[in-house]
């Protein structure tokens, strides 16, 4: 899962190297406004297939150059923890979870936030997306050791607010990555009575926490951090696993051993951290591009592991498009193909080519949540702090 502040190296230890992200949420909905959704009768929420929605679009390939970044705008500001929002209609309005106040808020250019949905202080509010007038958010009530809940909920235009499903209730059902082991592998028997309890193997655990959302008439994609997974609920609640993300790999160095009391039987095994994954958007080729965030120390002492996959909704196939990342905590694409990644860690925003190639697009303080709307790129910045959004101009 991904914790609501900064956590300390002691707690990573603690924790077994699970998800140390950002906070507690990324995403939003990158291409709510230009979805082509037709409604009949049921407030656009029918069936819809998601190969006909990517094929009204008409994008580019994403070649040549990469985008150059050329002004900022801040478009909101003193917001508390606005890790995940959506972009309304023309730049209009923003609905942005202020993770940090338990709020859903709603907030024009130029004026303050108006709360849209307070929840019980310490509820996690992350995982913004809408359609139609219709905003969708997930809660997390819980620490980094446990959930007691995990909701995915909707607002209506009118404000009322009702549940989608109990994604808590799925995993404690399912938990998509019960068969994935985390931790060292391949060490002998022997090597392994040595390696600090903490770093033991350990299969994936009972957790929920909805980061990242993305809805399209008929479903709603959710990028699960405490799961590892990417789901997909219909109109109905149903709920069902469209894949789990492999384990982030790295190789244990003398140095990194030496410094987590690993013994030296272990340099050169390969240590799984929890994938975590952090946003989700679809592609005009159909695919799901989800982010990931892998649990470890900030510091870079395990290399950059952050990711952008590539999920097939249908299948649930996943190739991996880019690594390397310095925190992964949002992805976005724009209409000619071009995906756009936050990194927290690295402080910038970077673009990645069709073929992966990774390029700083530019400088952002704490950069949690991305959005392409309206020809424009909107990222949060300072999200540990007084938070702001800003709208960048790129060409």
Known sequence: MVPERQPTERRVLEMRFRALGVAAATAGLLVAGSIPASAHGDGGWGHHDVGDLSRHWHPGHGGGKPPVLKSTTTVAEHLAGPLTFDVGPFGHSIVVGQAFASLLSSVKPGEAPTTLVAETPGTDVSAVSSLLGWTTFA?????????????????????????????????????????????????TDECLAQVPPFLAPYPGAIDSHGYGSLTLPGVTFVADAGGNDVLAVDRHGNVRTVAVLPPAGFTVTAEVAAAFGVPDCAVGATYNLEPVPTDVEIGSDGWLYVSSLPGGPEDGSFGNLGSVYKVNPRTGAVKLLATGLAGATGVALSPNGTVYVAEL???????????????????????????????????????????????????
């Open 139 to 187: 809660t997390r009530v819980g620490d980094m050791e446990s959930v007691s809940s995990s909701l995915l909920l909707r607002r209506s235009p009118s404000g009322t607010v009702s549940q989608v499903a109990d994604l808590l209730a799925y995993e404690q059902a399912n938990n998509p990555d019960a068969v994935t082991t985390y931790g060292f592998t391949g060490l």
């Open 345 to 395: 860690y690295a402080n910038q925003v970077s673009t990645i080519s069709r073929n992966g190639t990774v390029t700083p697009l530019g400088e952002f303080t704490q950069p949690a949540g991305i959005e392409w709307s309206n020809g424009r790129l909107y990222v949060s910045t300072n999200v540990f702090g007084d938070g702001s959004i800003v709208s960048a101009k790129v060409r």
